[in-house]
């Protein structure tokens, strides 16, 4: 995904030589930058194209064998289709429309299994994102249990959770996943949102800075609701 947001601020830059600086930026996480040189237009742009151009992996097609839970067949299917996948791979798969397969090989194709049952001797059981079992190593479930809150199980509320079963209740389910952009479906998205706003470019008089007393330079410090400036006495420009 950032190999792709890259080499689009790339051809940004050949086109009007707009300038990009990194502010944050966690692999697999977020990226926070600063876009200088350009307009709303172009970031807008940009803005898009990480939403709706950036091919990912999702599960496109659902096969029910079994479903014995509460769950209607849509909503799982529909659940299972937003269940986010490890996509490194992605730039390295065809297209399925573009594949010269029949539908279904390893250059367009995933396969995910998932088959639960819940035991006589247990009230209820989770079905989580963790029991999807992936064909490919480099498909798979997205961990979450690195997010989970100190003091609670990893193990238990690490997954997301697609459907519950109560005793003998029971889901076996062959998923097919696929490359796709967030244009022709909003499950390959890639993102959890993507937002921008003005970054302001703040200049102080300086003549009539000189001209102020230190209490009214605090006072003006002071009533910034944002708390954006700050007063040193003897520091720079004070």
């Known amino acids: 995904f950032f190999s792709a947001v890259y080499y689009s601020i790339l051809r940004m830059m050949n086109d009007c030589k707009p300038v990009v600086e990194i502010v944050e930026l966690e692999p697999n996480e977020y990226i926070k930058f600063n876009l200088r040189n350009t307009g709303i237009p172009m970031a807008n742009t940009l803005r898009r194209v990480m939403q709706s151009e950036v091919p990912i992996i999702a599960i496109d097609i659902v096969n029910l064998e079994r479903n014995t839970s509460v769950l209607p067949d849509e909503m799982l299917c529909q659940r299972l289709g937003l269940i986010p996948l490890t ?10 429309m ?3 397969c029949d539908g279904a090989c390893n250059n367009c194709t995933v396969e995910l299994t998932l088959s639960c049952r819940c035991p006589p001797d247990v009230n209820r059981m989770l079905v989580t994102n963790q029991d999807l079992k992936s064909s490919h190593p480099h498909v798979q479930p997205v961990d979450f249990s690195q997010y989970v809150p100190s003091g609670l199980d990893a193990d238990k509320y690490g997954g997301i959770v697609i459907c519950k079963l109560t005793k003998g209740q029971e889901i076996v389910v062959k998923c097919l996943a696929r490359k796709g952009i967030g244009k022709e479906h909003a499950k390959w998205i890639p993102t959890c949102t993507v937002a921008m706003a003005y970054m302001p470019d703040i200049s102080i008089n300086k003549e009539v800075a000189d001209q102020m007393s230190g209490d009214q330079k605090q006072e003006w410090a002071d009533c910034c609701p944002k708390k954006v400036y700050k007063y040193e006495p003897g520091g720079a420009g004070s």
């Open 87 to 96: 996509s490194s791979v992605a730039k390295d798969m065809e297209f399925v």
């Open 98 to 100: 573009n594949c010269p």
